[in-house]
């Protein structure tokens, strides 16, 4: 073999353990980067099964303010459904109307327009 021959193997074997640790860290990086990622994404991920458990059961969504307003109406009303003559369910259904009419009423009071 001559020896120009020879010194261009070697400056090539050269060349291609540069570019493998070139590379090396390379991928290393982008390892390093996608185990974050993975990380990163299980963390939303359980966050999203969270929300989606508090959408799916009013009792973890929030507890004051109209969510709970809505729940205990929709609770006070399917009573008064199975139960339209029941005396306990009328009273406790009227009750709560009452009550949320007087609310809104206060609401719109002062005011010279108040829409529904």
């Given amino acids: ?3 120009e021959l020879k010194k261009l193997m070697e400056e090539n074997v050269e060349a291609v353990e540069e570019f493998k640790r070139h590379h090396l860290k390379k991928v290393e990086e982008l390892d ?3 185990s974050e990622l993975d990380e990163d994404s299980k963390q939303l991920f359980e966050r999203v099964e969270m929300l989606e458990a508090k ?3 009013p009792s973890l969504s ?3 303010g109209a969510n709970r307003e809505q729940h205990e109406h929709k609770k006070l009303f399917t009573d ?9 369910e009328n ?3 009227s009750e709560f109307e009452s009550h949320e009419t007087k609310a809104l009423s206060r ?3 002062g005011r ?3 829409r529904s």
């Fill in 32 to 34: 390093k980067d996608v």
């Fill in 91 to 93: 009273r406790k259904l």
């Fill in 62 to 64: 929030v507890v004051g």
């Fill in 112 to 114: 010279r327009l108040c």
């Fill in 55 to 57: 959408a799916s059961n």
């Fill in 107 to 109: 609401k719109c009071f």
């Fill in 80 to 88: 008064w459904v199975r139960k339209p003559r029941g005396a306990e």
């Fill in 1 to 3: 073999m001559s020896p």
